[in-house]
Nanobody
């Protein structure tokens, strides 16, 4: 299993970023995928999740209406479009396969003025 995140960076409040997770080594189209984040001194938390076919999604209350999770099963990628970013969105963002212990290496998102 390999999960490789990209797209992180620094942005001002109100800005946007799009994260991508490239997956390999398993049957991506059959897999539940999710994005988590971990801010300094805090526990890792679920941000958004998507079912294998992409028909069902769920979001943390803190990002509803601002973030959108999507997937492309032809390209084995899961994406996180993040709009209206806030200071409190600053964290390392991780891609996760299913509900097991398969994680990407993380990508840093920093929102600062």
């Amino acid at each position: 299993v390999q999960l490789v995140e990209s797209g992180g960076g620094s942005v001002q409040p109100g800005g946007s970023l799009r994260l991508s997770c490239a997956a390999s080594g398993f049957t991506f189209s059959s897999s539940y995928m999710s994005w988590y984040r971990q801010a300094p001194g805090k526990e890792r938390e679920l941000v958004a999740a998507i079912s294998s076919a992409g028909r069902s999604t769920n979001y943390a209350d803190s990002v509803k209406g601002r973030f959108t999770i999507s997937r492309d099963n032809a390209k084995n990628t899961v994406n996180l479009q993040m709009n209206s970013l806030k200071l409190e969105d600053t964290a390392v963002y991780y891609c996760r396969l299913g509900r097991g212990n398969y994680w990407g290496q993380g990508t840093q998102v920093t929102v600062s003025s």
